[in-house]
Every structure is written in structure tokens, then in C-alpha cells.
């Protein structure tokens, strides 16, 4: 029984991440097909660090109890 559980979970794990990297392994095969040649597919945009510094500030309000998110890292008065 706990052999089976440990299938399903690793089922599960593995189809939820190829389901989160579909999009971005669709991208990569339409990248020859872009209409203006100067343009390139590029990975980098997957790993942009200040997107990464305001996911985390989000979930870190939201693990402590906020409903809604506030702009804590913003130049703006």
C-alpha cells in the first residue's frame, strides 16, 4: 500500500512539473517561427531575481496572515 502511495505522488510530482514547463518548452519550439528575424527566444526570463524578491515579499505577507499585498519595495511616495 505505501509502495502504491509512493507511485501515485511521484506521478503526480512528475506531471505537475511538466505541466508548469509546458508553456516555456512550447515557446522553445516556436522560436524559429517568430516573424521578425532580430528577435530571439531567450531562456534568461525565466530566472529575472527582483520578480523572485517580489513572489517572495507576496507569499511572506500572505504566510503572515495578510488577505491583500502591499508594494513594500517601491520608490514611489
Known amino acids: 500500500m505505501n509502495s502504491v502511495k509512493s507511485i501515485i505522488f511521484i506521478a503526480l510530482i512528475l506531471f505537475f512539473l ?13 522560436a524559429n517561427k517568430l516573424a521578425d528575424s532580430n528577435r530571439e527566444f531567450i531562456l534568461e526570463h525565466n530566472y529575472y531575481w527582483p520578480d523572485f524578491n517580489l513572489y517572495l515579499s507576496k507569499i511572506r505577507q500572505g504566510w503572515e496572515g495578510r488577505f491583500t499585498a502591499l508594494e513594500k519595495y517601491t520608490s514611489e511616495k
Do not use: A, K, N, W
Open 18 to 30: 511538466f505541466f508548469s514547463f509546458s508553456p516555456t518548452l512550447f515557446e522553445l519550439s516556436q
